[in-house]
């Protein structure tokens, strides 16, 4: 497993981009729709192919058949920091790996994206949304690649929870990024970068 991406979500895109923006001084590039969950989101480069993503329920799709990734269909209050996407080779082996409740692969696609995303069934994530979601994509087209160079890295990724000593056993054996640590508290997650010798706060 390796980070792979950091998603803020919002009622609507225009909040979750704003509160992006506003935090980071950055505006971010246009990203696209998904088909099955009827999401879109708006897409932010960072350096060491990470990327940053708002994302929304698409108003003008229709209702999807299964519940919403990032448990959006549930979301209330303001723009947040609300999900950390893990990439890995064997999307079906990591899972085997942990305990039920880290979703099935569901097969998508946009643009000349493909991917495997490992999605519950409720749409939420273990340990209340803190665990992260986990990606598997296929053929060599990312979304960093496309996205122009922002000049923001990510220095730490704050999980929080009140089992954060659990949720970091388990991720031990899987997954190694100095950069993300875990916290006992109540839900939440805190992404710090830096930019131009700049420390910026994502929450």
């Known amino acids: 497993m390796e980070l792979d991406h950091l998603a803020v979500a919002a009622r609507t895109l225009s ?3 704003a509160h992006v923006q506003n935090a980071l001084g950055i505006t971010m590039q246009k990203g696209g729709e998904h088909a099955v969950f009827h999401t879109h989101n708006m897409l932010l480069g960072l350096e060491e192919e990470l990327y940053l993503e708002a994302i929304a329920i698409n108003p ?6 299964r519940a919403r990734w990032f448990d959006l269909d549930r979301f209330q209050g303001p723009a947040r920091l609300t999900n950390w996407i893990c990439r890995c080779d064997d ?17 998508l696609e946009r643009g000349d994206l493909r991917w495997r995303m490992a999605v519950p069934r409720s749409g ?5 949304n803190c665990a992260p979601a986990l990606i598997e994509w296929q053929g060599t087209a990312h979304p960093a690649q496309q996205l122009t160079a922002s000049g923001c890295r990510l220095t730490g990724l704050e999980v929080r929870h009140p089992d954060a000593d659990i949720l970091a056993g388990l991720l031990a054996p899987l997954l190694r990024d100095v950069r993300v640590s875990f916290v006992k508290a109540q839900p939440a997650l805190k992404a710090v970068f830096a930019k131009a010798g700049s420390r910026l706060v994502l929450g």
Not at 60 to 65: L, Q, S, T
Not at 124 to 128: A, E, K, Q, R, S
């Open 60 to 65: 003008d799709g229709p209702i999807p058949d």
């Open 15 to 17: 909040e979750a981009t």
């Open 91 to 107: 999307l079906d082996a990591t899972l085997a790996a942990l305990p039920e409740g880290f979703g099935t692969p569901v097969q």
């Open 124 to 128: 939420v994530l273990p340990f209340d």
